[in-house]
């Protein structure tokens, strides 16, 4: 879907969660959201706030899964997701706290592997992802998905691209604080959700976005691989589909 701007398409996106929260709510049963972070769903998350605050939208029946976490990372950390997703969305809903999973930044490294297992056995338990919100780095990534990464990978540990490290340095004031490393939900958890929305704005992302919807299945553009998902949708503005 092309929208005249990110605005309009946020607010799309927004409807289509909401609308997800209402059926489930009729029928007494939870949704179960991924959710990213980056600028490009902050816009969607303020809708998501405004529902809430002025239609009384409940998130109640919501449980969330984050994509992604830098690490090592500390939870009240600037930088941290944790507090990123709590500045967004999380302070400003009613959503319960036991019901939001975040990739734990702060665990010790032999450690992280069994973590990841029983992220993927919580996702799993939930019900699986009803709708994934996706954004796209410059790299191809989806969550911290780095070129190389398989269809089949599940949540673990990564080493981040030097291509998104210099994107995030300047919000790290310089490349050198930027963590190295991240856990992130793998491809083959994003694909098994039920619906994946993929969003992204302005020309920065036209490139990439015309390699992952036009380009040849490659491990080197992890994007590509939503071309094999059966219920995903790219929605950008007109800046973002400049090369298609
Ligand atoms: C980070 C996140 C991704 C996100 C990407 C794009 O790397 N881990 O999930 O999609 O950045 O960021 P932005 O939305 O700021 O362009």
Redesign the pocket.
């Known amino acids: 879907h092309i929208h005249k701007s990110s605005q309009d398409a946020s607010f799309w996106v927004a409807n289509e969660i909401a609308q997800l929260i209402r059926q489930r709510q009729k029928q007494g049963k939870n949704a179960v959201l991924g959710l990213?972070?980056?600028?490009?769903?902050?816009k969607v998350y303020d809708y998501l706030v405004q529902f809430h605050k002025e239609e009384g939208l409940s998130f109640k029946n919501v449980i969330t899964f984050n994509?992604?976490e830098y690490y090592p990372m500390k939870a009240d950390s600037v930088h941290s997701?944790v507090r990123f997703m709590n500045e967004h969305l999380f302070d400003h809903i009613d959503i319960k706290e036991k019901n939001i999973h975040i990739p734990d930044g702060t665990l010790d490294k032999e450690d992280v592997r069994d973590f990841c297992k029983a992220y993927e056995e919580k996702i799993n338990t939930a019900g699986g992802i009803d709708i994934q919100v996706?954004?796209?780095?410059?790299t191809g990534?989806?969550?911290?998905n780095e070129p190389g990464s398989s269809l089949k990978s599940k949540t673990r540990l990564v080493r981040?691209d030097r291509v998104?490290r210099l994107?995030?340095a300047s919000d790290f004031f310089g490349l050198e604080n930027v963590p190295t490393k991240?856990i992130?939900m793998g491809v083959g958890t994003i694909m098994a959700a039920k619906r994946v929305i993929l969003?992204?704005?302005?020309e920065?992302?036209s490139r990439v976005i015309e390699q992952s919807v036009e380009g040849e299945i490659r491990e080197s553009v992890p994007a590509t691989f939503l071309q094999y998902h059966e219920n995903c949708e790219f929605i950008i503005d007109s800046a973002a589909a400049s090369f298609l």
């Open positions: 990213a972070t980056g600028s490009t769903p902050t994509l992604d997701y996706l954004g796209i780095g410059r990534h989806i969550g911290f981040l998104t994107d995030a991240a992130t969003m992204a704005w302005g920065g992302k």
